[in-house]
């Protein structure tokens, strides 16, 4: 009996000095912080202008559009071509088939907005919720053609079969989970009244503030990569540029295109998104009761089949391979000016529909016929 207890203190033990052990990591890192201030300096500047000169501009539309869609209900019209499909194959309700094409071609952390807005509103179930975001999940078009089709591999080409591989796992992924589980509900057509001046408010007020977080966990994390990098022992290359992608998807653009296996590895590095993204999505579904436990288990499986899918893509249609022979133009091309001048606008848009929304409340006619 006495073994036994001298066999269960360590573990407690170790319990208690967790805390002085975080405690002792965060002094480190201020002291990298103090030490270094001119690679942690870069590398905040470094994000600053990978927010402003490729995420905002690839994924706030999206958002934007996502959002509204949600907001006022009309995700359901487009849910409704498609609703057979999304009822059968994917037993799903027919009118959730707009969340997982929106989520396809959106980016990572739209599917995932989408999925939580529709579960505090109760039109989805926490267990489907959970079931979808599996495979509502990956990198969009732009992102991938542009920051790493064109960066990395001079080819925007490259960057749609990356994209494709996605598209193909998503899809494996909806039919498999749904083995086992009923038809979902017909879709519902029935449209209810909205406000489109208040929907589209709350879209860019939501959307605004999902990209403010996002660019906040960027920013965090260049700053993590620059205080490990720092205290790293020299690397070969390839290793440090996949673990620090696995970090912060962004730190692709060093990963060289040299080596057979490159594509395939950049699309397996891509589809499991990195601690950053992850930590995107676990924030936004912070207010909803969508656990993210099966998605987890699954997205090292999923980036395998993804690497597996470009492979199978390359061998199978060389012809699918643009080579680049120059200098190739990228689908976007902005400046972190024009970056903040849409931040600006859209903030200056929500105050003024804001104020002009408070003023019809003020001069709305009480019950004795005077404005209130």
């Not at 905040?44 to 706030?60: A, H, K, Y």
């Not at 902005?334 to 003024?352: D, N, Q, Y």
């Amino acid at each position: 009996m006495l073994n036994n207890v001298k066999m269960m203190a360590p573990p407690h033990r170790l319990k208690r000095f967790f805390p002085f052990a975080v405690l002792l990591l965060c002094l480190g890192v201020a002291v990298v912080l103090l030490l270094y201030p001119a690679q942690i300096m870069a590398a905040v500047r470094e994000g600053i202008l990978l927010c402003l000169d490729t995420i905002i501009p690839s994924l706030l539309g999206f958002l934007i559009v996502s959002s509204f869609l949600t907001e006022s209900g009309l995700y359901v019209l487009l849910s409704k071509p498609i609703a057979p499909v999304t009822r059968w194959l994917l037993r799903l309700d027919g009118d959730l088939g707009a969340v997982v094409l929106i989520s396809m071609i959106g980016g990572y952390p739209v599917g995932a907005k989408m999925l939580a807005s529709l579960r505090t509103r109760g039109k989805v179930s926490a267990e489907d919720a959970e079931r979808m975001l599996i495979y509502c999940i990956n990198s969009g078009p732009a992102y991938l053609t542009g920051a790493v089709g064109i960066k990395v591999f001079s080819s925007a080409r490259t960057g749609l079969i990356l994209f494709l591989s996605h598209i193909l796992v998503n899809i494996l992924l909806a039919v498999l989970c749904g083995i086992g589980h009923k038809p979902g509900r017909k879709c519902n057509v029935q449209m209810e009244h909205f406000s489109f001046s208040q929907c589209l408010i709350r879209a860019v007020d939501s959307s605004i503030r999902t990209m403010a977080s996002i660019c906040g966990y960027i920013l965090a994390f260049r700053v993590i990569s620059a205080v490990i990098q720092v205290c790293l022992p020299p690397i070969p290359p390839y290793t440090r540029s996949i673990f620090f992608t696995c970090l912060e998807i962004s730190n692709i653009t060093s990963l060289q295109p040299n080596f057979s296996l490159v594509i395939p590895v950049a699309a397996a590095l891509t589809c499991f998104g990195g601690l950053c993204v992850l930590m995107q999505i676990q924030g936004i579904l912070s207010g909803s009761d969508i656990r993210m436990r099966r998605m987890l288990c699954l997205r090292p499986f999923a980036a395998c089949l993804s690497g597996i899918f470009a492979w199978l893509l390359i061998r199978y249609l060389p012809g699918i391979i643009e080579t680049a022979a120059g200098t190739v133009a990228a689908p976007y091309s902005v400046s972190p000016a024009a970056s903040v001048t849409l931040l600006l606008l859209c903030l200056l848009f929500i105050l003024f529909a804001s104020d002009k929304t408070e003023k019809r409340k003020n001069t709305r006619p009480g019950k004795n016929g005077k404005s209130t």
